[in-house]
């Protein structure tokens, strides 16, 4: 499979900015095939970053989609913006993360921020309709952790809210993939 363009300016970008956090291929695949499969309305990333991750997602988007993206830091979010420029149905928001909860009820959630992953779930799981998708990346699978106490993964794999399963995106990566059923 190829890489779309646009992933790849934003990988430029990220590079020039010497940005490390940026989303794995394999994510950035996972991100496009669900939000192809998005029911329509909106779908949100938290945490821009260089807009890799926001690339991939552009790249699944349909035309019933609307795409949201938030990102605290002033710099990144100026280059991702010239970036979109020419993206009609991505809008880019400078904030905290809890200003992407502005717009919601959201089909799809890609949460790439830390205080969301943690203190901030209930207002994750609160902004996201019955039936839409969430997924968290940059876990280490729990076979490979020495301490198999994981607060963060436990949140969401165990609130009644949600349908959640871990999944694998390499061998020493994973992923939590849920979607909201109350």
């Not at 970008?13 to 998005?38: D, N, W």
């Not at 779908?43 to 609307?66: D, K, N, P, R």
């Not at 790439?112 to 876990?139: M, N, P, Q, T």
């Amino acid at each position: 499979m190829s890489t779309p363009l646009l992933v790849e300016k934003a990988l430029e970008l990220a590079h020039k900015k010497s940005f490390q956090k940026s989303c794995i291929p394999e994510v950035g695949q996972l991100l496009r095939l669900l939000i192809a499969g998005a029911r329509p309305g909106s779908v949100a990333e938290i945490g821009t970053g260089c807009g890799v991750s926001s690339a991939w997602m552009l790249a699944g988007l349909q035309s019933y989609h609307q795409f949201i993206s938030v990102e605290k830091d002033r710099a990144l979010y100026q280059g991702v913006s010239e970036l979109f420029a020419n993206q009609a149905r991505a809008t880019l928001i400078l904030g905290d993360w809890r200003e992407i909860l502005n717009h919601q009820p959201f089909q799809f959630i890609f949460v790439d921020v830390g205080e969301a992953k943690d203190a901030g779930a209930d207002a994750v799981i609160g902004a996201i309709a019955l039936g839409g998708l969430i997924l968290l990346d940059d876990f280490t699978p729990l076979h490979l952790r020495a301490d198999k106490t994981d607060t963060r993964r436990e949140t969401w794999l165990k609130d009644s809210r949600l349908i959640a399963t871990e999944i694998l995106t390499t061998p020493t990566t994973a992923a939590i993939l849920a979607v909201k059923v109350t």
